[in-house]
Nanobody
Framework: QVQLVESGGGLVQAGGSLRLSCATS????????MGWFRQAPGKEREFVAA????????YYADSVKGRFTISRDNAKSTVFLQMNSLKPEDTAVYYC??????????????????WGQGTQVTVSS
């Protein structure tokens, strides 16, 4: 069992930046691929970014490519999402997720085994 706790959300103006963190506890963090998803009101949860167990591979949704960066610190059992040049359409609850196996595809919610409770990100225009 893995517990995931997101933090770092908040209210920011368009063009601003936020850094989300997802602290994990339980089993060995380095065994898991990690992902970030988001869900806006009235919409389905959508893929944002993912990172392999050792950080060697990263994946991004087209909508955030070039603006967001996913990273991980296995020594601190934490995954990060640096969000720059934020837009109002980035407003959503952001969730981190962990996968015990190599998630396939990385963008599918069904590929992940554990989820955090989410952190709200609101971007004002």
């Amino acid at each position: 069992q893995v517990q995931l706790v997101e933090s770092g959300g908040g209210l920011v103006q368009a063009g601003g930046s936020l850094r989300l963190s997802c602290a994990t506890s339980g089993r060995t963090f380095s065994n898991y691929a990690m992902g970030w998803f988001r869900q806006a009101p009235g919409k389905e949860r959508e893929f944002v970014a993912a990172i392999s167990w050792n950080g060697g591979s990263t994946y991004y949704a087209d909508s955030v490519k070039g603006r967001f960066t996913i990273s991980r610190d296995n020594a601190k059992s934490t995954v990060f999402l640096q969000m720059n040049s934020l837009k109002p359409e980035d407003t959503a609850v952001y969730y981190c997720a962990a996968s015990e196996a190599v998630p396939y595809p990385y963008s599918a919610t069904r590929a992940y085994d554990y989820w955090g409770q989410g952190t709200q990100v609101t971007v004002s225009s």
